[in-house]
């Protein structure tokens, strides 16, 4: 049986740890939830860098790495447990991305899909997101996953709804295999971006995804609440010497189609079908394109998924024509899910 004294003493005692281990817990939250906005200064390179997957070019041998991803789901409070280290450097034509992705734990990758714009959050993979104009509104994202699948699109109102994969251009990556770890390269053109001139500083973050381990990380800390696509939440990359004026982007995508028809129940002869047309894109400024198009063709363009409709409503299918997509975003989202005042779909 305690006395007073010592009942007190243990009270006592009781209360001082309670507050040691809740001023921990809070220094520990608040370190991570102090994250601070991480920055990447990215230098020219003279050296020619050969887009192979493999780490063996001098500019990749340096010490200014992005690394100490956090983890942004299921949890956002810590580091991430897969470690993944990125250079970046430029020249007069492509910004070059490399990424080491370490892999600890045995067993295969997990690939949902080899096709060009797989499922980001259902495979593997690393992606990189750039917002040339600073501003947290538009941007771009290329991705690519273990097996060397791309993926690519355009980010619109600071990324909330994710990335618009319809949107394709010309990039170069390759990906290979090391001993608990795998290798990316990339080149971006300039010319597949916009940006404006004499521009130092922009938006990027670097993601993951490690299925194996159930993690999502990011470079710049991204709070699971958020799209890891999100603009919001980005770092710094700072240019050593201001941006050169962008080049003119021309674009000239024509097609051709011949065919033979023939009606066997009424004998005619066979007719000879041709069709030709084309489509253009013209860079007017870093904020305006021009698209035209003569006699379009959209046969080509990817097929929709069938779904079944028992409803009656109508189903809203994306929208996959590149003559439609360029700023698309400007009407996509005007009215509701099942009213919307412009839907281009119907168009064609």
């Not at 040691?20 to 809070?26: N, Q, R, T």
Request: charged share 25%.
């Amino acid at each position: 049986m305690l006395s007073k004294e010592e009942s007190k003493l243990v009270r006592l005692h009781f209360i001082l740890k309670s507050i040691f281990l809740l001023i921990l817990s809070y220094s520990f939250f608040s370190v991570f939830a102090q994250k601070p906005t991480p920055s990447f200064t990215i230098t020219e390179t003279k050296d020619k860098i050969t887009i192979d997957g493999i780490l063996n070019e001098q500019v990749w041998k340096t010490e200014n790495k992005a690394a100490d991803f956090y983890i942004s789901t299921p949890i956002d409070t810590a580091y991430a447990k897969s470690k993944t280290e990125v250079m970046v450097t430029y020249d007069a034509k492509n910004i070059y991305v490399a990424a080491i992705c370490y892999d600890e734990l045995p067993g295969d990758y997990v690939i949902q899909s080899l096709k060009r714009d797989f499922s980001y959050p259902r495979s593997d993979a690393f992606s990189v997101i750039l917002n040339p104009f600073n501003d947290k509104t538009n941007g771009f994202s290329f991705a690519v996953n273990p097996r060397g699948a791309q993926r690519e699109g355009s980010i619109e109102n600071g990324g909330d709804f994710g990335v618009t994969t319809a949107w394709d251009n010309l990039w170069y990556s390759a990906v290979s295999q090391g001993d608990g770890k795998w290798f990316i390269e990339m080149a971006i053109p300039f010319n597949s971006i916009r940006f404006s001139e004499g521009g130092t500083e922009w938006s990027v973050n670097f993601t993951r995804n490690d299925l194996k381990r159930n993690e999502s990380s990011a470079w710049a800390a991204v709070p699971r609440n958020f799209n890891i696509a999100t603009l919001n939440y980005c770092g710094k990359l700072l240019w050593d010497k201001p941006l050169e004026k962008p080049k003119k982007y021309v674009a000239i995508i024509p097609y051709v189609s011949s065919g033979v028809s023939k009606d066997y129940v009424a004998n005619t002869d066979a007719k000879a079908i041709g069709n030709l047309g084309v489509d253009a894109k013209i860079a007017i400024s870093s904020s305006l394109q021009l698209d035209l198009t003569v006699n379009p063709d959209f046969s080509q363009v990817e097929v929709d998924r069938q779904q079944t409709n028992l409803s009656r409503f109508s189903l809203f299918f994306p929208e996959r024509r590149n003559f439609f997509i360029e700023n698309g975003d400007l009407f996509a989202n005007f009215g509701f899910r099942q009213i919307r005042p412009f839907f281009s779909r119907r168009i064609g």
